[in-house]
């Protein structure tokens, strides 16, 4: 199956600053990458697929890029709402799987 | 709205079985695959498998496929899944995740359902 690496495990940032998260997969996956955010005892909210294409209602601050087997998501100017762990998961190759997660953390 | 609502917290014994619904509502149900997704506590989410809610067939990760059994019943909306020989390793949340068309991504999420596996 395919590792999904991520980086760093905990990130400090302040409000208003720049977060860039880091993914990486043991082979190649494309683009067929996505990127969700779980705050405590709530589901994964999807914010980027096919590496860099925003979902629905997902804000400009948040942007993906990379292709084949790295990637990073970053959030251009941290909000109080942003603070939570991020997963990337590849949709390449059965069976699906997510990275161990980067936490956003109030610096 | 789409909503996906599942089934409420359930504690089990090591060996026994456990079953967890997902309603949908808001779309038409056959037109999105359904996924399961678990996360102990802690941990990344696992991918469990899926069901094609328009046909019917179903696909499972190797690990956990001589346990795992999805299935839906279309008239009301409803895919389930139930998990058989249970051990303290599967206490986690179960989610459903209905895929977004065209990708293998999960746009809707259903609520989470805790499962305890404790003697």
């Known amino acids: 199956e395919i590792v999904m690496t991520q980086s760093p495990v905990t990130l400090s940032v302040s409000p208003g600053e720049r977060a860039t998260l880091s993914c990486r997969a043991s082979?190649?996956?494309?683009?067929?990458l996505a990127w969700y955010q779980q705050k405590p005892g709530q589901a994964p909210r999807l914010l980027i697929y096919?590496?860099?294409t925003r979902a629905t209602g997902i804000p400009a601050r948040f942007s993906g890029s990379g292709s084949g087997t790295e990637f990073t998501l970053s959030i251009s100017s941290l909000q109080s709402e942003d603070f939570a762990v991020y997963y990337c998961?590849?949709?390449?190759?059965?069976?699906?799987?997510f990275g161990g997660g980067t936490k956003v953390e109030i610096k | 709205q789409v909503q996906l609502v599942q089934s409420g917290a359930e504690v089990k014994k090591p060996a026994a079985s456990v079953k967890i619904s997902c309603k949908a509502s808001?779309?038409?149900?056959?037109?999105?695959?359904i996924h399961w997704v678990r996360q102990a506590p802690g941990q990344r989410p696992e991918w469990m498998g899926w069901?094609?809610?328009?046909?019917?067939?179903?696909k499972y990760s190797q690990k956990l496929q001589d346990r795992v059994t999805i299935t839906r019943d279309t008239s009301a909306s409803t895919a389930y899944m139930e998990l058989s020989s249970l051990t303290s390793e599967d206490t986690a949340v179960y989610y459903c995740?209905?895929?977004?068309?065209?990708?293998?991504?999960?746009?809707?999420w259903g609520q989470g359902t805790l499962v305890t596996v404790s003697s």
């Open positions: 995740a209905r895929t977004l068309v065209g990708t293998i991504t999960f746009d809707y």
């Open positions: 096919g590496a860099s």
């Open positions: 998961q590849q949709y390449n190759k059965w069976p699906l799987t």
């Open positions: 082979q190649s996956v494309t683009s067929n």
């Open positions: 069901i094609n809610a328009g046909s019917g067939g179903a």
């Open positions: 808001g779309y038409t149900f056959t037109n999105n695959a």
